[in-house]
């Protein structure tokens, strides 16, 4: 009896000494680790916190470029943005291009990938061959599909045959983009593929061969699957990266939004309204509103990933 009770008494206690003690060493390890994240969080909050405040605040104002005498107008920048014909064209140019680049980009990296992985001869050139480009500054992968697409130099309607008007036409122009956007952009894509295929077992496809399976069935049985969750994070990347389109589109359309506005993105809008027209606050305004769109994207994604996990187990 007197050592049940001895026990009662010694077993909360030790609970407790435990609990302090890996209490003590979570403190310890956040005053560590806190100096290892010092610099980045100080980094984070000066070029992304600070500026996305600054502009939360000045979407509320009539401020102008030069930032003197801005007004506090409430919401009058927001209800002039929604119905604003221009602000609603460029964003659907920039989904257009969305559409247009995601699925593209996402078997075109996948068959890249399967290529690369499955030659035998010389694979370090092939992988190199197609990661390379996305190593290009954008203004020059711009600038050499500019030259391509020349309607009287360009080698692409040299070579076809054609006199493609790529680069004056509205019909061609946004697909010019497009062609330019996958050629650089392929190879990170590509990249998350070919790591994704290394990591794939070998004996699961030795298994499928001693049961028959061809070449189409292992693919669409085990690759696929198997690549499931690095599929859905490329489509995220890429649906984040696309709406943001800028560089290209400017640069191949000699900083103008194309023909008859064929190209103007809501990136290229938003500048244009702070710097072209000095409309900061406006320009803040339409911002926020694309920034709430992309963590719409985001939080979706993040969304549909959780439930297909859920209902998986």
């Known amino acids: 009896m007197m050592a049940t009770s001895a026990q009662t008494v010694i077993a909360p206690a030790r609970g407790k000494v435990a609990a302090r003690s890996a209490t003590l060493r979570r403190k310890q390890g956040f005053q560590h680790g806190g100096w290892f994240v ?7 909050a000066l070029f992304v916190v600070w ?3 600054r502009g939360l605040y000045l979407s509320f104002t009539d ?3 030069s930032g003197d005498g801005a007004n506090f107008i409430g919401l009058d920048n927001y209800r002039e943005a929604l119905k604003d014909p221009l602000m609603w064209d460029s964003l659907g140019h920039s989904a257009y291009f969305t559409l247009l ?3 593209c980009i ?3 990296a996948f068959l890249l990938a399967m290529l690369a992985h499955h030659i035998e001869r010389a694979k370090w050139l092939w992988r190199l061959c197609f990661f390379a480009p996305f190593l290009l500054p954008s203004t020059v992968a711009a600038n050499l599909w500019q030259w391509l697409f020349n309607p009287g130099t360009g080698m692409i309607n040299h070579v076809f045959g054609v006199e493609t008007p790529w680069l004056t036409d509205k019909s061609y122009a946004m697909l010019a983009v497009v062609i ?4 650089w952009t392929v190879g990170f894509s590509f990249l998350l593929y070919l790591a994704a295929l290394q990591g794939i077992p070998a004996h699961l496809y030795e298994a499928a061969k001693l049961d028959g399976a061809n070449a189409w069935h292992r693919m669409v049985h085990i690759t696929l699957p198997m690549m499931r969750h690095i599929t859905g994070l490329v489509i995220a990347l890429q649906i984040l990266a696309s709406l943001q389109v800028f560089d290209q589109a400017v640069v191949m359309m000699d900083f103008t939004p194309g023909p008859e506005e064929s190209t103007r993105t809501f990136v ?8 072209t027209s000095y409309r900061v606050g406006y320009a803040s305004a ?10 719409a994207v985001a939080l979706a994604r993040m969304w549909l990933l959780r439930n297909r996990e859920e209902s998986g187990r």
Do not use: D, K, M
Not at 180 to 183: D, F, I, M, R, Y
């Open 38 to 44: 010092a610099p980045f969080l100080a980094l984070f």
């Open 101 to 103: 680049v995601v699925p």
């Open 180 to 183: 330019c956007t996958l050629w």
């Open 286 to 295: 339409i911002s926020i509103i694309f920034f709430v769109i992309i963590a």
């Open 268 to 275: 290229q809008y938003t500048l244009e309204e702070g710097f």
């Open 63 to 65: 401020a102008n470029i």
């Open 106 to 108: 996402t078997v075109l």
């Open 51 to 53: 500026p996305l405040l």
